[in-house]
């Protein structure tokens, strides 16, 4: 049928094998920083605060596989330990975002009406300025540091999670089988309980988990303009500030962190594809 | 053979496969076929029998992992897999136009219709702009499209569904091919509509002397309208012969099947109808559903205040203990919307519905509740209707969950019952929709349906969503069931062919008005409303067989 | 159409009403002692004294109560006035008026660059998809390439793409000065630097929507009427493609302004993005509300437009947007 026959065509963007390598590959990526975030002792014997200023600004070599900074410490090692305060960070943020976005939505969906037209109009709102900008509002009022920085993402993934959830659960509230529920006597607590909610989770999870790369950006971002944790805690954001002092003698100080955020970055948002079986939606 | 009989489209022994994770699949096989110059074939086939694959392949537009297996295609004395892009470019739409199958989403959304139909004028002739549109506005014309000059100068998204279709006859035939596939041309249009449409087409063909290769699931409609049927079962031509031949003796048993299972062709009703003695219409005690006098508006969009869109205008019928009412109508008939107030899914701005002697019209909460143990639905697309995520058992145990009948072995003995009421084997309990077929999930959804024991099941369009064959044994389950358990219906259906095999009683509704009413057989014999008389004739198969 | 436009309107002012609302809020109301917040912060450094806090106090009104700040607050923002930055005593308007020309510029050209570059990377990219109709060489591993650049664009931190940029083209190559903001040579990294996230997402959406314009059954009857790539790429699939990419470039526009805050403190350039950092960095109340009260102004009015330039895109937009709903 042709109907059949068109979907082929649109999926022939996504056909891929099986097991790709990318994905793969990502995975492992992933579980590395996963474990150097929960135990970076088992990479690395160094102490990431420890200077050593005969060896300050060496390039990566066996010894200093990312090379040294301006105060002799191993750049490897503040990576490794960075990846902790960094990924809890990330993490915080995304589940701020989702946990009071889908809790928002959920609201919205369900008790539509007034409450569904207040909740939708305050999203607006969210969504009118750009995020960035509603972070360093946040970070203004709340001043800096680690908690305070996911604070200031995770309130802009509000309004796109409960977008999503709200979108989910009206989709989903008005399917047949809903209906169908309803028309079987089932009451309303529980075709939401056994229905609506576990058929609108999945898109909901789907777009948690391509967020949370954008989630580690923006953590990044603002650690970069040095709102987050201040040195000499190792955070990725400021590695990567911190080594634009040093830039034009020591490439590897900005290059070699910054290059760990983006395969994090990259990692991350290749297994959420995979998980949501297509690239991750802009909400709206 | 000479020159003369050449036929203009000769194909032989062709073979289709796609390409799939687990291999070649071979869609097409060995298919051979040929269409005389201003001859009509038609291929009949159920979905999946690769029949619209055949079409695509004739104008080397297989979709994305389709290849040419095998085989020969020969148009006017040309070897069209010899062709090279640009010749192939140069056939379409000139020497074999397309009519496709879905009128609503076969015409570019964003372009005007008459700039469409004059792309193909200026794709395979020198033409210039001006040219190209006052000729487009005439082939529109020829399309049977009112006031074609308008028309050609809105989007697509302005115009029904029928217009739609005419449009893209225009746009198949600008080019004057000498051949026309036909791919499902009107399967998503309604009865009166396709008629108009297919009429109009033949009269197209007649005059212009191009050849139709019609592709459609329906015998009627192919028996209707072509001198010769192919019929493909599994990818493969079955059998092929003339019209009346493949319709009144097929040879081959799955043509036979076909033949039986179509509903439009059988002449033998699966229930009989109440005599008019039988049945005083009057006041008979035994009503189970009384629908008095129902209004039902929609607000009209943009207007504050004032009269909305009357989708069911004063409808009133009764329904009888263990009888089957149907309600008949095309699409914006009100239907759907009258299925939906009696399941108490939908409040009617107007009028009563009386169950058993009492007003349910305005049944809240408990008193609610209550009545869905005794009115119970089947809907229209088996595969929506089922949650994704629960297996079959906990689909039909869910009611029973629902009103706390039984404990987990009572539950699991009603459900086994019920299976089996609806032949559906028990090793099927653990699976889940999306690893059942469409006549296996509706079967599953009669059983939840029933397992409640309700006194009227409200069918909303139960087998449209079918193939004919699966569409008939549904409908004898329903009829077996009727008789089992003495369960009415209220069936709603836009297909008098369907009805008829299976209403008692029949009202037939059009814009939301119940037109008339009475014994099924009445109503199809001497109708007394000239629409009736209309939905009737447009039947298919019914020419094919009074010839 | 005009009662469409006026609920556009009235969308907008409500819109920049309510943000300028939540930013007061925010940032006024939330701390529990914004004159402290600001003078710690304007005090570079040193603890402000109890005179200090007290002439503060007065001279941004928190003496008064909290309805009475916020009618004042909004009369004065209704009339372009933002109060004056605790930093430099000029008036918020003042700092953003002058630091707009720059951020414009600046944005502007990533724009352009964002766009022409989505353009590029989606045609090619569907022209490598294995489409039957479109007959070449198959190039499987240009495909891949192709379709993991967005990916890589949207993964990489702009902050550490612009040092990238600077250590390879300004350091090891001397195409283009590594900071500073004079004139074209100075403004082609920084712009590069903005594009990439705002491109990178434009060419996902783009080729998705390219990808399911193609699927679409009246691609069927344009090949099915002789049509040939050309066509049916430009004539029949672009148009129905560009819709949703449009609207996504709108809701980019605001994140440029957003992104020209880091792109402009790596290149070191004054602009509003520069202005914004410095704010925040001193916890300069009124600044930061100006800034984020012009960031909503300026998506508001870029949405304002789509919603009047998508109907001339889709006509069945058109249908539901000229009638009277």
Redesign the interface.
């Known amino acids: 049928m042709s109907a059949v026959d068109t979907a082929d065509i649109a999926s022939a963007a996504r056909t891929r094998k099986r097991y790709a390598p990318g994905l793969v590959l990502s995975a492992a990526v992933l579980v590395l920083i996963l474990t150097a975030a929960i135990a970076p002792g088992l990479f690395t014997r160094q102490d990431p605060l420890a200077a050593d200023p005969i060896h300050r600004l060496e390039p990566p070599s066996r010894a200093h596989l990312f090379g040294t900074d301006e105060l002799g410490r191993d750049l490897y090692c503040r990576v490794l330990h960075g990846a902790a305060l960094s990924l809890s960070t990330a993490g915080i943020a995304l589940a701020i975002g989702l946990l009071c976005g889908t809790l928002l939505g959920l609201i919205a969906g369900t008790a539509r009406g007034r409450v569904d037209d207040l909740l939708m109009r305050a999203t607006d709102v969210l969504l009118a300025i750009p995020s960035l900008l509603v972070s360093l509002a946040v970070v203004t009022a709340l001043g800096f540091g680690a908690t305070k920085t996911a604070v200031a993402v995770g309130v802009t993934g509000i309004a796109s999670f409960a977008r999503i959830t709200r979108a989910e659960v009206l989709r989903v509230s008005v399917a047949p089988y809903v209906e169908a529920a309803h028309v079987v006597g089932v009451r309303r607590p529980t075709v939401l309980m056994r229905h609506v909610l576990p058929n609108a989770w999945a898109p909901v999870l789907g777009f948690a988990a391509v967020s949370f790369g954008a989630s580690l950006l923006a953590v990044s971002t603002l650690g970069f303009l040095g709102y987050g944790t201040p040195p000499p805690t190792p955070e990725w954001g400021s590695l990567v500030a911190s080594g634009r002092s040093y830039f034009a003698e020591a490439w590897w100080l900005s290059t070699l962190p910054g290059l760990t955020i983006v395969a994090t970055v990259l990692a991350a948002n290749r297994i959420a594809r995979a998980l949501h079986g297509e690239d991750g939606r802009l909400p709206r | 053979m000479t020159l003369l009989d050449q036929p203009l489209l000769e194909v032989q022994g062709l073979s289709v496969c796609y390409r799939t994770p687990r291999g070649a699949r071979r869609a097409v096989r060995g298919v051979d076929l040929h269409v005389a110059a201003g001859e009509t074939v038609a291929v009949v086939g159920e979905s999946g029998s690769g029949k619209s694959t055949l079409a695509h392949a004739l104008i080397g537009l297989l979709p994305n992992g389709g290849y040419r297996e095998t085989g020969s295609i020969r148009f006017d004395g040309a070897d069209l897999t010899a062709l090279s892009d640009r010749e192939l470019r140069a056939l379409r739409g000139a020497g074999i136009g397309f009519v496709p199958q879905d009128p609503s989403a076969s015409l570019n959304p964003v372009r005007r219709v008459g700039h469409q139909v004059a792309e193909v004028l200026r794709i395979h002739g020198r033409i210039d702009r001006r040219t190209a549109a006052a000729r487009a506005v005439e082939l529109l014309d020829q399309a049977g499209v009112s006031d074609p000059s308008l028309r050609a100068g809105q989007y697509p998204h302005e115009l029904s569904g029928g217009l739609r279709q005419r449009v893209l006859i225009a746009i198949a035939l600008a080019a004057a091919p000498r051949l026309i596939i036909a791919d499902e041309p009107t399967s998503a249009l309604d009865v009166t509509v396709q008629r108009r449409i297919l009429d109009h087409l033949e009269k197209l063909t007649h005059e212009t002397g191009a050849a139709l290769l019609l592709i459609t699931h329906d015998l009627g409609v192919a028996a209707d309208r072509a001198q010769r049927v192919v019929v493909m079962s599994g990818g493969a031509v079955v059998e092929s012969g003339t019209s009346r031949q493949v319709l009144l003796e097929p040879v081959h048993s799955y043509s036979r099947h076909l033949v039986a299972s179509a509903p439009s062709l059988t002449t033998r009703p699966l229930v009989t109808c109440p005599s008019a003695a039988e049945r005083s219409d009057g006041e008979s005690g035994d009503d189970l559903l009384v629908a008095d006098n129902l209004v039902h508006e929609y607000p009209a969009p943009g207007r504050r205040s004032g009269v909305g869109l009357r989708a069911v205008d004063a409808v009133s019928f009764r329904i009888s203990r263990g009888e089957t009412f149907a309600l008949v109508g095309e699409s914006g008939s009100g239907k759907t919307s009258i299925a939906r107030i009696v399941g108490r899914l939908l409040d009617p701005t107007r009028g009563r519905v009386l169950f058993d002697g009492k007003d349910i019209t305005a049944a809240r909460g408990g008193e609610l509740r209550a009545l869905r143990r005794r009115i119970q639905f089947v809907q229209q697309n088996p595969y929506t209707s089922l949650d994704p995520r629960q297996s079959v058992e906990q689909i039909v145990t869910e009611p029973l969950r629902a009103f706390r009948l039984g404990d987990r072995q009572d539950r699991a003995a009603r459900v086994r019952t019920l299976l089996d009421q609806v032949a559906l084997p028990a090793a099927l309990l653990r699976r889940r929709p999306s690893e059942l077929s469409g006549g296996q999930r509706q079967r599953v959804a009669i059983a939840r349906a029933l397992v409640l024991s309700p006194d009227l099941v409200v069918c909303d369009e139960p087998v449209s969503a079918l193939d004919a064959s699966v569409q008939a044994q549904i409908l004898e389950l329903l009829v077996t069931l009727q008789d089992e358990l003495g369960v009415s219906y209220l069936f709603i259906s836009h297909d008098l062919a369907v009805v008829r095999q299976i209403a008692h009683r029949t009202g037939v509704l059009r814009a939301g008005r119940l037109l008339e009413a009475g014994a099924t057989q009445e109503i199809l014999t001497s109708p007394a409303n000239a629409y009736t008389k209309e939905l009737i004739d447009a039947i298919p198969g019914s020419r094919a067989l009074s010839d | 159409m005009t009662r469409y436009l006026l609920r556009r309107l009235l969308h907008a002012a409500?819109?920049l009403w309510?943000?300028f609302t939540?930013?007061f809020g925010?940032?006024y109301l939330?701390?529990a002692d914004p004159v402290s917040?600001m003078a710690l912060g304007g005090a570079g450094g040193g603890v402000p004294s109890a005179a200090q806090v007290a002439a503060l106090r007065r001279a941004y009104g928190f003496d008064r109560p909290v309805p009475e700040q916020y009618l004042s607050r909004l009369t004065a923002a209704l009339h372009g006035d933002f109060g004056n930055s605790v930093q430099t005593g000029q008036s918020v308007t003042r700092l953003i008026a002058d630091a707009l020309p720059q951020t414009l510029q600046l944005a502007a050209a990533a724009l352009l660059l964002a766009l022409v570059g989505a353009l590029i990377v989606s045609l090619a990219?569907v022209r490598t998809?294995?489409?039957?109709?479109l007959?070449h060489a198959p190039v499987p591993w240009l495909g891949r390439a192709l379709?993991?650049l967005p990916?890589?664009g949207?993964?990489?931190?702009?902050?550490?793409v612009g040092?990238?940029l600077?250590?390879l083209f300004s350091?090891r190559w001397r195409l283009f000065p590594a900071v500073g903001d004079d004139g074209l040579s100075g403004l082609v990294l920084p712009a590069l630097t903005l594009a990439l996230p705002t491109g990178a997402?434009l060419a996902?959406?783009l080729?998705?929507s390219l990808?399911?314009a193609?699927?679409?059954?009246?691609i069927?009857?344009?090949?099915?009427?002789?049509?040939?790539p050309g066509?049916i790429l430009f004539?029949?699939a672009l148009?129905?493609a560009s819709i949703a990419p449009l609207?996504?470039a709108g809701?980019l526009v605001?994140?440029l302004?957003?992104?020209a805050?880091?792109v402009e403190?790596?290149f070191s350039r004054t602009g509003i993005g520069r202005a914004?950092?410095t704010?925040?960095?001193t916890?300069?109340?009124p600044a930061?509300?100006g800034?984020?009260v012009f960031?909503?102004l300026v998506?508001?009015l870029v949405?304002l437009a789509l919603d009047l330039l998508v109907p001339l895109?889709?006509?069945?937009i058109a249908?539901t947007a000229g009638?009277?709903?």
């Open positions: 409500f819109a309510a943000a939540a930013s925010l940032l939330l701390p917040v990219t998809l294995p489409l039957p109709w007959r379709r993991s990916a890589l949207v993964s990489a931190p702009s902050f550490w040092l990238m600077i250590q350091f997402i996902q959406v080729t998705r990808v399911t193609l699927g679409e059954p009246y069927q009857t344009a090949l099915a009427a002789g049509s040939g066509r004539r029949q148009r129905n609207t996504v809701l605001g994140e302004l957003a992104g805050v880091t403190t790596v914004t950092a704010a925040v960095s916890q300069d109340i930061v509300q800034l984020v960031g909503a998506f508001t949405s895109l889709d006509p069945r249908a009638g009277s709903r």
